[in-house]
């Protein structure tokens, strides 16, 4: 079957759920289906089975098609550690870290771009039935679709039915339209050729009332609106933002720094599950307030992150309420825990090592290989959630612990994991997908619940798969009634 691609007008026109959608609809008709998405710039990944790394939403719409997360459905993933520099991982293993300028145009990264594509998509083509394809931001970049690799050019390289996704939600989406195709035309002509049709996506209200500017469009742009679809309360992961709560009456407040480069800050979206929980994500010393636990999470760029918490005062804050209010770190907020960042090599970043936080009594070495695996974790006896009993999780990092001269939180079949304040409630770990394990996250709330004086929670905790799988198939139900597609 010929390759499906969703495209943009724009980036969050619902480019990744419409693919998660089409997903699990295709394979609900009883095909092998593999997303595809050439190239994803997002610090929220995924580690494989075999131990490498992909964008996180890739992942999620393989599950959504009932198949197994693979590099080759992913093969370039872009994660910006400064303004102007990101690592660039290629089937699941770092590459290099490339500029901007050389990234688009050097030549030799673009041949290994190209080739790493090629071969992902033969693979693809090779295994499935089906490629449901994504792309990335708006289509119609002038300034980029000469080195493009993710857009038209990947769908050239797959010979894939393009459909445009606009968001009519945030207003204008006829222009939106409209103005897409003409920039594509005076760009890149030959693309229009690609071009089979567009979809309204993010509807609220009577599609009725669409009909008299659909049939302006249509006649307009020569290409069908092939299905105006709703807006949809989805429990899927978000790609690369962090999730915005609304809790009315929470009985407990966590508070996470929301760091400059903040990475997969998914891993805290299972506490917003929790009854009378609410996450709120902190930027600024002065709104912190006196939250009930403080978590510092992942990010792509340690050092740099530290020194931006230094530079704004959320340095002292914390360090005043450290202990007062458990305070948690995890993978690289768990590394500004420690006595010193060290990185001679520049591995992190440009700045070379500094002090960290001093709050757990380790360092952390900065290494040329990265750490990106899955694992099983027991519990020791120092752990506070010890009762909760073995997770599952992943860890991708550059930072290794040496003087380490706390007590650790988990073993595991290659070592230990994380360090424990011996006094104070302070702890951290490496593992992300912590809270997916529903019994963690409900011990921890639990905890906090304690020492608030409140009662204990008892209701049956979280089936965090059971919820998605509903949300694949609401989403694929919706698009089968609401799209004409082949």
């Not at 550690?81 to 870290?97: N, P, R, T, W």
């Not at 049939?215 to 307009?220: I, L, P």
């Not at 929790?274 to 978590?295: F, M, Q, T």
Request: proline share 6%.
């Amino acid at each position: 079957m010929k390759p499906i691609m969703i495209q943009g007008t724009s980036t969050n026109a619902g480019k990744t759920t419409l693919v998660a959608g089409l997903c699990r609809m295709f394979a609900n008709r009883g095909l092998r289906v593999a997303p595809f998405k050439a190239q994803n710039m997002a610090l929220n990944s995924y580690v494989t089975e075999h131990d490498e790394e992909i964008g996180r939403s890739t992942a999620v719409q393989a599950v959504a098609a009932r198949q197994t997360p693979t590099v080759h459905m992913n093969p370039i993933l872009l994660k910006p550690k400064s303004d102007g520099v990101s690592q660039v991982i290629i089937h699941g293993k770092v590459y290099a870290d490339v500029s901007a300028s050389d990234y688009f145009k050097a030549e030799d990264v673009r041949s290994v771009k190209l080739a790493a594509l090629r071969e992902s998509i033969g693979h693809l083509k090779n295994n499935y039935d089906l490629i449901i394809a994504e792309g990335a931001g708006s289509c119609a970049e002038p300034n980029l679709r000469e080195y493009d690799v993710v857009n038209m050019a990947a769908a050239h390289l797959l010979n894939a039915d393009v459909y445009i996704a606009a968001d009519i939600d945030k207003g204008g989406v006829f222009a939106d339209m409209l103005g897409t195709l003409r920039v594509i035309e005076l760009t890149e002509k030959k693309d229009l050729a690609l071009i089979r049709g567009f979809i309204i996506n993010k509807f609220r209200g009577d599609t009725r009332l669409l009909h008299p500017a659909i049939h302006f469009a249509e006649r307009e742009t020569g290409l069908p609106i092939i299905g105006v679809v709703p807006y949809l309360d989805l429990n899927l992961e978000e790609e690369d933002r962090v999730r915005v709560q609304e809790c009315e009456n929470p009985e407990v407040e966590i508070a996470v720094v929301h760091l400059p480069r903040i990475s997969n800050a998914n891993d805290f979206d299972p506490l917003m599950h929790e009854p009378r929980v609410r996450v709120s994500y902190v930027k600024r010393p002065e709104d912190l307030g006196e939250p009930d636990a403080i978590i510092l999470p992942g990010t792509k760029n340690t050092i740099e992150d530290l020194l931006h918490l230094r530079s704004n005062g959320m340095e002292k804050r914390l360090l005043e309420m450290a202990g007062r209010v458990p305070l948690i770190g995890i993978c690289g907020g768990f590394e500004m825990l420690g006595n010193h960042l060290l990185d001679e090599g520049r591995v992190e970043s440009t700045r070379g090592s500094t002090r960290g936080l001093g709050l757990l009594n380790f360092d952390i070495h900065f290494l040329a290989e990265k750490t990106v695996t899955r694992r099983n974790y027991t519990p020791t006896p120092s752990n506070p959630l010890r009762a909760a009993g073995p997770v599952s999780g992943y860890e991708i990092h550059h930072g290794a612990i040496r003087n380490n001269r706390c007590q650790p939180l988990y073993d595991h079949s290659h070592g230990q994991d994380g360090a424990i304040h011996p006094k104070r409630s302070i702890w951290g770990t490496f593992i992300h997908d912590l809270f997916r394990n529903p019994h963690i996250t409900r011990s921890f709330v639990n905890k906090l619940r304690a020492s608030k004086g409140l009662p204990l929670l008892t209701a049956p905790t979280v089936d965090y798969s059971r919820q998605r799988e509903a949300s694949y198939d609401l989403l694929a139900e919706v698009l089968e009634n609401t799209l004409t597609l082949p």
